[in-house]
């Protein structure tokens, strides 16, 4: 048999000779080299060990990871930060389950992102004989992925993945499942067909236009309001419509809210930002403008007391049926958001009513009322540390640092870090998102580092930190830039519970008091710092920018700081019969 060389030109080889061979490992690379998709974050072992080096031997970056649901988050990211799906490849059954978290997670969040696993003989599985690692993934991927595919002959890899990246990236991003049984890899063809096999995709995200009539019918909304609300979510910093956006909001000069993830969109100390009178303009607007976000949870469902009287919305969206998901939308605008955007712009003329003074100067007096009380909480010092005044010097640290990357997970931490540190540029907060998942930390961290090639600071609850804190040896590995800060109060949301029956064991939620967190990336060659105090935490934080190297700092933070699930107590049952 002729052997295997992958893309060597078949037509230059001489007549007499065999063809040159390709085969299904080279395919699947070559498809995705084609495609502009230049790193795998994955995890080796059977059947996708020779995918991974041929990959790296093709001048691919792999990244591997510890753990597949780390390697799927920064697949996942890389996906949201770059609008091309980021690529995990996994090994079968219990790979690819440790892969599928991840997968659900981008789906639920809109990010773009192709979950490849190897699989088993589907003769085997499908008669459940007994093969290693048997398991139906491709059944088991669907209803998490927006769309999964199993590629089963060499000439169908081209095809399989145009697919996956168009399904992964057009309308409403979302994750995708492309299944490879390991007797597909091993497949040969001829080079040549092979290369003809392949399939560059044209426009993946085509730009999708708005209906002329309903852009007419928002700006009417728009126009009619006396106290109007523009509400920004991570798909408008997905969307990298990041001047259109801007512009938008300052012609019409209405305040406007960031997401968690759209932070930085328009830097957090901008003169319209409403962000510290949210609870005052979500109860007290009367026409809101949806841009990419959806009103779910993280907005009580549009309805309640968080939103006070009654009020007309305009919601601009990619995906049709997210309208009325929750409540009646006034007028809903469906297409990309550059486009979108862009049409409501043109009608934003010198004509275009600007909010009144008794609204903007409501808004401000609120805002500047919430600050101050926020200034006097975060100037106290405290003996040890609290989640504020360690905050404050992280707020500090990124102001002077505004291209740094902040990943943040964790409950109180979480919560205060969101709101303490301001955001200066467009997709620089990456967090726990949609579900309020622990567990993307190192993953995100990894992701952003690779694809920004920036500094990266992970602020994690030290609960959050040890979803994904076996990857510190990952970040040590490829010497990445990020410094994690692991807020260390000794457990689940705090360290002070008592084992209520009096046994030996501690409380569920209280970890070994006082860890040395920061001696776990000495471990690996990487730089640990340990800070009780904010000027120890300061000193730690800009020594680890400047030297753009693996470090964790370990902040102990005050036990019984912080309450209960973070700011989302009314989430959290709690049992009638045990309270006292
Ligand atoms: P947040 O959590 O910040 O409120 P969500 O994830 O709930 O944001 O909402 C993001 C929304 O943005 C989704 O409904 C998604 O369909 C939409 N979206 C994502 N990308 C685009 C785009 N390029 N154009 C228009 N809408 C988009
Ligand atoms: C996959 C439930 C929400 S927040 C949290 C857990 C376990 C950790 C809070 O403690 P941490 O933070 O990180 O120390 P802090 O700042 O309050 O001290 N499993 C998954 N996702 C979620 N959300 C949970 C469990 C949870």
Not at 124 to 135: A, N, S
Not at 496 to 502: H, L
Request: aromatic share 6%; proline share 6%; with cysteine.
């Amino acid at each position: 048999m002729a052997e295997v060389v992958g893309h060597i030109d078949a037509e230059t080889m001489p007549e007499t000779e065999a063809p040159a061979m390709t085969d299904g490992f080279h395919l699947v690379i070559d498809a995705f080299k084609l495609n502009g998709i230049e790193t795998i974050y994955g995890l080796p072992g059977i059947p996708v060990t020779d995918l991974a080096r041929l990959a790296q031997a093709r001048g691919m970056r792999v990244i591997s990871f510890r753990h597949e649901q780390n390697a799927g988050n920064a697949a996942a990211i890389a996906g949201y930060l770059t609008q091309k799906p980021g690529l995990c490849l996994t090994v079968s059954a219990p790979g690819f389950l440790n892969g599928l978290t991840a997968l659900a997670n981008a789906t639920t969040n809109c990010f773009p992102m192709i979950l490849v696993s190897g699989s088993s003989e589907r003769e085997i599985v499908d008669l459940q004989q007994g093969d290693y690692e048997e398991m139906d993934q491709l059944n088991i991927a669907r209803p998490h992925a927006k769309a999964a595919f199993r590629v089963l002959h060499a000439e169908d890899i081209g095809i399989g993945v145009a697919r996956a990246i168009r399904a992964a990236v057009s309308g409403r991003p979302g994750g995708v499942y492309l299944d490879l049984p390991a007797k597909l890899l091993a497949q040969t063809m001829t080079a040549e067909a092979g290369r003809r096999s392949l399939v560059r995709v044209v426009d993946a995200a085509p730009r999708q236009l708005p209906s002329p009539q309903s852009v007419e019918r928002a700006l009417a909304v728009l126009k009619s309001a006396k106290r109007p609300l523009i509400l920004l979510g991570k798909g408008a910093a997905y969307s990298q419509a990041d001047a259109a956006i801007r512009a938008l909001v300052e012609r019409s000069g209405i305040p406007y809210l960031p997401m968690s993830m759209a932070k930085g969109l328009l830097p957090d100390d901008h003169a319209q930002s409403a962000s510290a009178a949210r609870s005052f303009v979500l109860a007290e607007s009367d026409v809101v403008m949806l841009i990419g976000a959806r009103l779910n949870w993280l907005l009580s469902h549009g309805k309640g007391k968080t939103w006070g009287a009654p009020k007309q919305f305009i919601q601009i969206d990619i995906s049709p049926t997210e309208i009325d998901s929750n409540v009646a939308i006034a007028a809903p605008v469906i297409g990309d958001i550059g486009s979108c955007v862009a049409a409501l712009l043109d009608g934003i003329d010198a004509s275009f009513p600007k909010p009144g003074a008794a609204w903007l100067d409501a808004v401000n007096e609120r805002k500047n009322k919430n600050l101050e009380k926020m200034a006097a909480t975060l100037a106290k010092d405290p003996t040890p540390m609290n989640f504020h005044s360690a905050l404050r010097v992280l707020r500090d640290v990124v102001k002077a640092n505004p291209s740094v990357t902040v990943v943040n997970e964790g409950a109180n931490t979480l919560d205060f870090a969101r709101s303490i540190i301001d955001m200066y540029e467009p997709r620089k907060r990456l967090d726990c998102g949609t579900w309020g998942i622990m567990g993307i930390g190192m993953g995100f961290a990894i992701g952003a580092a690779v694809e920004t090639g920036k500094q990266v600071i992970a602020i994690e609850g030290d609960s959050a930190f040890g979803f994904s804190g076996m990857e510190v040896e990952t970040i040590c590995r490829y010497r990445l830039p990020v410094c994690i800060v692991v807020f260390n109060n000794n457990g689940v949301y705090r360290g002070t519970d008592q084992n209520p029956s009096g046994g030996s064991d501690v409380a569920p939620t209280v970890f070994v008091k006082g860890a040395r967190y920061d001696k776990l990336i000495e471990a690996f060659g990487g730089r640990g710092y340990h800070a009780s105090t904010p000027a120890e935490l300061e000193r730690a934080l800009r020594e680890a920018i400047a030297l753009g190297e693996p470090v964790l700092i370990n902040a102990v933070i005050d036990e019984a700081a912080g309450t209960e699930s973070g700011r989302l107590t009314n989430l959290n049952p709690q049992s009638a019969a045990h309270k006292k």
